[in-house]
């Protein structure tokens, strides 16, 4: 079983900046991707960035050029570090591990941006 912890999360003035963390324990191996997910009241919810074990990062472009996803793979931990947020980045925030063909998904951290 993995369980998939995200943290980080809070009230920010637009133009500020957070780090979420994303921390994955139990059956870690064989990890395809991890992806951020958010959804604001009302609207689907939206990919927002992806990071597979090459490093390789993708993201939406709504976020592009603003938001950062990394990780540190000695603390099995993914950050979405986010810079100029905007009020419209306001949404529960979602950490996913994609293991084979599971994903694992934690239970959302919120992010409130005021203007």
């Known amino acids: 079983q993995v369980q998939v912890v995200e943290s980080g999360g809070g009230l920010v003035q637009a133009g500020g900046s957070l780090r979420l963390s994303c921390a994955a324990s139990g059956s870690t191996l064989n990890v395809n991707a991890v992806r951020w997910h958010r959804q604001a009241p009302g609207k689907q919810r939206e990919l927002v960035a992806t990071?597979?074990?090459?490093?390789?990062?993708g993201y939406a472009d709504s976020v592009k050029g603003r938001f950062t996803i990394s990780r540190d793979n000695a603390k099995n931990i993914v950050y979405l570090q986010m810079n100029s947020l905007k009020p419209e980045d306001k949404a529960v925030y979602y950490c996913?591990?994609?293991?084979?063909?599971?994903?694992?998904w934690g239970q959302g951290t919120q992010v409130t941006v005021s203007s």
């Open positions: 990071i597979i074990p090459t490093g390789t990062t």
């Open positions: 996913v591990y994609r293991i084979v063909t599971r994903d694992y």
